[in-house]
């Protein structure tokens, strides 16, 4: 039963280490504005606004103009 026990601590160990899994979303800007304000984010490039902020990991691109 022990033995047990230490595969499976094993297990969950690797499984920590090895599986972090990042989901990232590309952002474009499509007003000026204030970096925290969802008119200024779009989900595409020339969408609409009101896409949730960027965070952490998204892409964001900014364009010039």
């Known amino acids: 039963m022990k033995k047990t026990y230490k595969y499976l601590l094993a297990l969950l160990l690797f499984l920590s280490v090895f599986t972090t899994i990042t989901i990232s979303a590309d952002r474009y800007a499509v007003a000026n504005g204030n970096w925290n304000s969802t008119s200024t984010w779009s ?8 896409a949730s902020v960027p965070v952490e990991g998204d892409i964001v691109y900014i364009r010039q103009g």
């Open 43 to 50: 989900a595409s490039e020339g969408g609409a606004s009101d």
